[in-house]
Structure formats: C-alpha cells, structure tokens
C-alpha cells in the first residue's frame, strides 16, 4: 500500500482497517505534507511499533525525479517517472504574485486534441492518486515549501498532460489532499481542474468537490470545434455549455475558465470572436485567450500578435473578459500543449503520425 495514494478519508479508514485510531492519519498527513517526511522511522509521534509495522505493510513513495530544466524565464519542468519507462512532465510558473504548478493526470492522452502534442503521443495509462499528489509532493520539496515568507506553490491546475475527468477516481483523493489543511491547504479557487469538455464529469466534479473550472473551449461552432477536440462529437458545445451552466449554478463556484488557443487562420477571425461572445455571455466566466504553441509535426502555427489583439478587442467589447496568456517556458518545451513525457502509447496514434509525416515529405 502506497499512502501517497490514499487521502484523508483513506488513510482513516486504512488505520482502522489495521487496528490504529483514526486520528493516527492527522499524524502521518502532517509529516508527509508539512514536513516532507517520507520515512517511517522519522515520525516520532508515533510508536516504535506501529512505526515498524507501517514499514513492514505501507511504503511512502513518490513519483521518481529524472530529470529538471529551467527556462530563461523561471519556468521550471520536471521529467517524472513511475517505472515501466512511462513519463509524464510538470510544470512550475513562477509570477511577481504566484507560484502555479501544472500537473498531469495520464501518461499521454486519448483524446487526440490535433493542436496538442500530448494528444500526439497517444495514450498509456492513468495515474494513481499518488502519482499525481506525488507530482505536487516532489515538486514543494525541489522548490522549498517558501521563500521569504510566501509560498512557491500558491496554485495547482490540472491542465498537463492526459484528461483528468477520464481519471475521476484517482483525480478526486488527490484534489482532496490539495484542498485539505493537513495536506496542501489551498483555497478552492486555487485548485483548477481543466477539461476538453466530458460533460458527465463536469457534472459528476461538481456533486463531489469545490474546486475551480477550466474548459478547453478553442471554437464557437461544433464544426470547427469538431476538428480540434474530437471529443465534440460525443459532447457537443450546447451540452457543453448546458453543463457549464449547471456548474456554476452551485453557489460555491462562481465562474468557468474557458481556453482558447489562438491558431493562425483556423479559429481566428473576427466572425469566430463575434460568435464567441454570443456563446459565453449567458455563463458567468472568463476567457483566457492563448497564442498557439508549436511543437514538432505539427501543421498549426500561432496567429499573429495583430489578429491577437484585435480578437481580445471584439470579445472585450462584447462584455468578455478576456485576457491574454504570456507564453512561458517554451524554450524548454514546458509552454501550453507542448508536453510530451515519455509514452509507452498503446494507440499506437504516435506511430501512425509519424508514418503519415514521412510519406507527406
Ligand atoms: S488538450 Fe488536453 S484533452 Fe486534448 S489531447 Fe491535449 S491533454 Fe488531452
């Protein structure tokens, strides 16, 4: 048994299911997420016994480190591995007033998004809970928990490699332990957890837990949407945003996030802006408009930064708000769907496209 994989509620019912009082998991939370303790033997608050008892039955063990880049600008990118040759990327952003880490949730991804290299490398597997809190875990220990006073890590989001509701069991423990004081403490709107749109998990994230919402929206029509998120097909944009609306209508979550990668005349033109507007005005939330990061084999290019600031004029105008993301870390590959990790791909979808590359030269 993996600790890392169990949350509060687990690691009660597993001191029970041993014989230990509950409250014996209060103890372990602290020295695994205040202290950083991994090893039994240096829990001192617990006994000698059940100290050697945990190392004969339980193991502490986070997602190996295997590598760690720095980007001119801060950004920092771990390589994390689980054994078995699968890897997956975080990502740490450091800005003047937060520190926001970039979690994945899969190795690779099923949902094939075209404009996103994660989606190009095909599928493996999901993660366990503790590979994903493991994510969290190992980067506060590279960072430091703080740094003059403040926190490094004040934001976690879901929005690295894989589709975290198509992981929901394992997803939900590791936001808990993100939201829970005894493990990461943050607030809700400091976890955000982004989807390409599956509306039974939206649905099913907001009977379970209060945390922040992001949807990969990238069109206004289920046409054009259809060829970037594939997952369109199943869950079209008025479902979509019918579930958008019931998220929000729970009087803890007060707005969605949507994304909207900027792709050089696909999804670009003033028409698309005008259409965006009519869709979101009904939803409370905000746009978060993002320049197109290229990645090797990719057909799409960013648009350019006039048509950029022209589409952020119209949905403005039109009562959005809407910000820009500044690209960061793309020196290093660690910017908006470049990651890529290592992938055992069982789809085979990465061999397909590189086959389909070498016959278009
Ligand atoms: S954008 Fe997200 S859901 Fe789509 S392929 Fe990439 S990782 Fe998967």
């Not at 206004?220 to 060829?227: G, K, N, S, T």
């Not at 949507?258 to 939803?283: C, S």
């Not at 409370?284 to 006039?306: A, H, M, V, W, Y």
Request: proline letters at 5%.
């Amino acid at each position: 048994m993996n600790l890392f994989d169990l949350d509060h509620a687990g690691l009660r019912e597993f001191f029970a299911s041993i014989g230990e009082k509950p409250f014996r998991a209060e103890q372990v939370l602290k020295w695994v997420y205040h202290h950083g303790q991994t090893d039994f033997e240096g829990m001192t608050n617990l006994s000698a016994d059940l100290r050697a008892r945990l190392g004969e039955i339980a193991v502490l063990e986070p997602p190996r480190v295997l590598s760690e880049q720095t980007s001119r600008d801060g950004t920092v990118k771990w390589l994390m591995g689980f054994g078995g040759g699968n890897a997956i990327e975080t990502v740490y952003i450091p800005e003047p007033n937060r520190g926001t880490l970039c979690i994945s949730s899969q190795v690779g991804c099923a949902l094939n998004c075209t404009f996103c290299s994660t989606g190009a490398q095909g599928f493996s597997r999901n993660l366990t809970t503790g590979e994903i809190i493991g994510q969290v875990w190992q980067a506060a220990r590279a960072l430091g928990h703080e740094r003059n006073g403040r926190r490094r890590i004040t934001n976690v989001v879901l929005m690295g490699m894989g589709e975290p509701l198509l992981n929901f069991d394992a997803v939900l423990p590791a936001l808990s332990l993100l939201r829970d004081d005894l493990g990461f403490g943050l607030a809700a709107r400091r976890v955000t957890l982004s989807t390409a749109g599956l509306v039974p998990g939206i649905d099913r994230l907001r009977d379970a837990i209060d945390v922040a919402l992001a949807v990969s929206l990238h069109a206004p029509e289920d046409d054009l949407r259809e060829q970037l998120v594939p997952l369109n097909r199943k869950y079209p944009i008025a479902e979509l945003m019918a579930a958008c609306q019931r998220y929000v209508s729970d009087k803890h979550k007060r707005s969605v996030t949507f994304e909207y990668t900027l792709i050089d005349g696909m999804n670009d033109h003033p028409e698309h802006a005008r259409k965006l507007v009519k869709l979101l005005r009904r939803v409370p939330s905000k746009l978060n408009l993002i320049p197109f990061n290229p990645f090797p084999g990719t057909r799409f290019r960013c648009s350019p930064p006039e048509r950029i600031r022209a589409f952020q004029e119209i949905v403005m105008a039109g009562g959005l708000i809407a910000t820009v993301r500044k690209t960061r870390g793309d020196d290093i590959d660690a910017a908006c769907g470049q990651l890529a990790g290592r992938v055992l791909d069982r789809t085979r979808r990465s061999e397909r496209l590189r086959a389909a590359a070498g016959s278009a030269q």
